[in-house]
């Protein structure tokens, strides 16, 4: 099975930053990369999906790169509506597989 | 619009089984699968298995094997999953998803709370 891993778990960042989120697959997984984001008492909404293609509707801030192993989500100017939990997963091969999470708070 | 419609929130005593439903509209039911995801009280997301919605081939992760059981109904266009004998550390919100192979999971039910307990 492929293990997905997440850096960081936690990260404290201001309105206005910039963040980078990673994901590191234990096997490669090609672009089959997706990305989640999750507020309290809500499903999943999916960001980016094929590792770098933006989901229909989502803001131009979000974005994401990589293949094979290794996997980045940036935001490239944090928003309010931002401070949430973001999730990877991995769609190359089942179980379908997700990171442990990355909980993005306000400084 | 797709949507995902899941039953309500379930309290069951360890061994008394649950099923929970998952009804879809706004898409030809059987074009697509549907997933199982598990998030337990402040923990991540894990996938637990798909089930092919036309010929209902099934496919679990490792955990859930022989524990968890994912049926459908082409004709009321639901998906079914059952925990037969579930334990306390089941308590749980249980999401349904719409996704294809190799595709990501674009569908959210907004889950289901099970809670196991004595």
């Known amino acids: 099975d492929i293990q997905m891993t997440q850096s960081p778990s936690s990260l404290s960042a201001s309105v206005g930053d910039r963040v980078t989120i990673t994901c590191r697959a234990t096997?490669?997984?090609?672009?089959?990369l997706n990305w989640y984001q999750q507020k309290p008492g809500k499903a999943p909404n999916l960001l980016i999906y094929?590792?770098?293609n933006l989901q229909s509707g989502v803001p131009s801030r979000f974005s994401g790169s990589g293949s094979g192993t290794d996997f980045t989500l940036t935001i490239s100017s944090l928003q309010p509506e931002d401070f949430a939990t973001y999730y990877c997963?991995?769609?190359?091969?089942?179980?379908?597989?997700f990171g442990q999470g990355t909980k993005l708070e306000i400084k | 619009q797709v949507q995902l419609v899941q039953s309500g929130a379930e309290v069951k005593k360890p061994g008394a089984s649950v099923k929970v439903s998952c009804r879809a509209s706004?898409?030809?039911?059987?074009?697509?699968?549907l997933h199982w995801v598990r998030q337990a009280p402040g923990q991540g997301l894990e996938w637990m298995g798909w089930?092919?919605?036309?010929?209902?081939?099934?496919k679990y992760a490792q955990t859930f094997q022989g524990r968890v059981t994912i049926t459908r109904d082409t004709s009321a266009s639901t998906v079914y999953m059952e925990l037969p004998s579930p334990r306390f550390d089941d308590t749980a919100m249980y999401y349904c998803?719409?996704?294809?192979?190799?595709?990501?999971?674009?569908?959210w039910g907004q889950g289901t709370q099970v809670t196991v307990s004595s």
């Open positions: 706004g898409y030809t039911f059987t074009s697509y699968p």
């Open positions: 094929d590792a770098s």
């Open positions: 096997q490669s997984i090609n672009t089959y």
């Open positions: 997963q991995q769609s190359g091969s089942t179980p379908y597989s």
């Open positions: 998803a719409r996704g294809d192979g190799y595709k990501p999971l674009e569908d």
């Open positions: 089930i092919n919605t036309d010929n209902g081939n099934t």
